[in-house]
């Protein structure tokens, strides 16, 4: 079992960043392929990047590529997403999710967190 707790959210105006920060604990952290995805309102949960648990790949959805890192510190059991040039359109909940490998993150995890809302003003 694994537990993810997401934080960072929050309110930032249109160009903005924020860092979100995925807490894991329960079995070995670095073992497991993680991944962050987003779920605006009314439309579904759509995957926005993951990496493997040895860091050696990275993937991500095309409308955050160039905007968006994503990071982890296997020392710390954290996962991070740095999203820069915010747009508007990026306004969801994001959730961080990991599963034991890159393939099945992308698509259907075994774990999720709660979730922290991402809010940006035009």
């Known amino acids: 079992q694994v537990q993810l707790v997401e934080s960072g959210g929050g309110l930032v105006q249109a160009g903005g960043s924020l860092r979100l920060s995925c807490a894991a604990s329960?079995?070995?952290?670095?073992?497991?392929?993680m991944a962050w995805f987003r779920q605006a309102p009314g439309k579904e949960r759509e995957f926005v990047a993951a990496?493997?648990?040895?860091?050696?790949?990275?993937y991500y959805a095309d409308s955050v590529k160039g905007r968006f890192t994503i990071s982890r510190d296997n020392a710390k059991n954290t996962m991070y997403l740095q999203m820069n040039s915010l747009k508007p359109e990026d306004t969801a909940v994001y959730y961080c999710?990991?599963?034991?490998?890159?393939?099945?993150?992308?698509?259907?995890?075994?774990?999720w967190g709660q979730g922290t809302q991402v809010t940006v003003s035009s």
């Open positions: 329960g079995r070995t952290f670095s073992s497991y392929a």
């Open positions: 990496i493997s648990w040895s860091v050696s790949s990275t």
């Open positions: 999710a990991a599963d034991r490998t890159l393939m099945d993150v992308r698509s259907s995890p075994d774990y």
